[in-house]
């Protein structure tokens, strides 16, 4: 069932071209005045979702209005991306051909056929092959056209083969997602146990490279699959070894990267990724990155915000992991007006991160800044670790600033923000805050550097826990406790 906001993101998700072009479409229908178009400039106008202003303006049809609105962009979407893309226009010749076909023109409906079967050939695209080969037997028969029996056999040949391919690529992506799942769940590479579980449990014969499968997609899930294997058992030269692959395999396949060029860029963020975790590749990164820029397909506003996306968080994150604050601190002029370029100022990893840079730095006013705007603008859902930990760095900025009355303040919004949105025992953050830093806030200067010793066991204790090491804020909170020691 779609929310109120599905309309809001729709719309908020589409590029300047594509708003100009379904805006420019709508009206040729001479109805420039339309309800639903002035609902559109509403809703674009927006930044974050209001029904009421939207309520006083539509009155009773909002809700009709609204939902008209959503399939007419989607409509308009359909026929802007059919321009650019191969799939798009594979679909579109079924249709095509369907349509052709069932007007009796049987001859033009054979040719539309025989052109979506190439075009799905080039893009390796098994499962529409698949459809395109039930479609020709169908049609031969149904118009009862004179067939031989080598037409038939070729037919079934062609079907064998793409049916093959296809259980190979699905037999690598459900073990490419079970790595995956491995992965997330903060794999120990050192314990024994769990290799050997993880080894009975999923079949890793699949990853040798004499099980190396035929067809192209699955030799990509292949690749990766290998990639996240290694991930997991934290061997990062084979991580490379594979993430370069998965980007040859793009570079091979001109079409296909062009059809797909968002996952392009996915499989580049994994290789410059890969690259910042190892001293030797760190400038292979940046490389990748300016290769990745003067691609004819990065001209697309919406790769370019993509790209932007994924390099700029690579290049923040590999600088916080090595300790660089200032370095980091550096990108983010460069970081805040790309946010603002490409409409990113409410990507909560990114904002997080600046506000994780500013706090190391000590930019506690600019810190305070960030965290505001992450809690005015950005939901919780989904990254609520983000939103938790926040506002510690708010806390931690006040007291550093000798702000008291706002820190008290702060102090009792964290915890209704906390105790609304805990599910079951205290927190964490909560913990921090109740026991170690009120206390450190309000000692006096011979217990000053006790009660913060007191915080960095506790954090220490803390990440040698199981499941515990990737916890958003410990290193950050550790880091600020030793500088109070200093």
């Not at 009862?144 to 037919?155: D, S």
């Not at 994150?317 to 990113?344: Q, V, W």
Request: aromatic share 10%; proline share 2%; hydrophobic share 35%.
């Amino acid at each position: 069932m779609r929310s109120k906001e599905d309309l809001f993101h729709l719309v908020q998700a589409m590029s300047k071209s594509e708003k100009r072009y379904f805006v420019l479409d709508a009206k040729k229908s001479g109805r420039s005045d339309s309800r639903y178009l002035a609902l559109f400039d509403a809703v674009n106008n927006q930044e974050e979702y209001d029904e009421e202003p939207l309520k006083k303006k539509f009155a009773a049809n909002l809700s009709s209005d609204k939902a008209y609105l959503y399939e007419a962009i989607l409509r308009s979407m359909r026929d802007y991306r059919s321009q650019s893309s191969k799939a798009a226009q594979v679909k579109e010749r079924l249709m095509d051909a369907r349509y052709l076909y069932e007007r009796g023109l049987y001859d033009q409906s054979t040719e539309r056929i025989a052109e979506a079967k190439a075009m799905a050939a080039e893009l390796e695209d098994q499962f529409t092959l698949l459809e395109i080969n039930r479609e020709e037997q169908v049609s031969l028969f149904d118009r009862r056209a004179r067939v031989q029996l080598e037409h038939i056999e070729t037919l079934n040949e062609e079907r064998e083969r793409t049916l093959k391919a296809i259980d190979e690529e699905l037999k690598y992506l459900d073990l490419y997602y079970r790595l995956l799942l491995e992965l997330y769940r903060d794999f120990n590479p050192n314990d024994e146990n769990r290799v050997e579980t993880m080894k009975k449990q999923l079949p890793l014969e699949l990853l040798n490279s004499e099980n190396k499968p035929s067809s192209l997609q699955a030799m990509r899930r292949y690749l990766q699959c290998n990639m996240v294997y290694y991930n997991i058992l934290g061997d990062m030269d084979n991580v490379y070894a594979y993430s370069r692959k998965a980007v040859e395999w793009w570079e091979e396949l001109p079409m296909i990267k062009e059809e797909e060029f968002h996952r392009y860029i996915n499989e580049i963020a994994n290789l410059v990724n890969c690259c910042y975790k190892l001293e030797d590749k760190k400038n292979e990164a940046q490389e990748w990155y300016e290769r990745l820029k003067n691609e004819k397909s990065s001209g697309n506003l919406h790769n370019q915000k993509v790209i932007f996306r994924y390099i700029s968080l690579s290049k923040l994150l590999y600088h916080l992991n090595k300790n660089e604050f200032s370095d980091a601190n550096k990108l983010l002029p460069e970081i805040i007006e790309g946010m603002n370029k490409f409409g990113l100022k409410k990507n909560i990893v990114l904002a997080g991160n600046i506000v994780t840079v500013y706090f190391l730095v000590g930019d506690f006013h600019n810190c305070i800044k960030w965290v505001d705007h992450i809690v005015k603008t950005m939901k919780t859902s989904g990254r609520l670790d983000i939103h938790r930990i926040i506002r510690i760095y708010k806390i931690i900025s006040f007291y550093e600033l000798d702000k008291y009355e706002q820190l008290d303040l702060e102090i009792r919004s964290a915890f209704r923000f906390y105790k609304a949105n805990e599910n079951s025992q205290e927190s964490i953050e909560e913990t921090v805050l109740n026991v170690y830093l009120k206390p450190i806030f309000n000692a006096p200067v011979n217990e000053f550097k006790s009660s913060v010793r007191t915080l960095r066991q506790y954090l220490s204790e803390l990440k040698q826990q199981p499941n515990t090491e990737n916890l958003l804020g410990l290193d950050e909170l550790m880091i600020w406790a030793n500088t109070k020691l200093k």
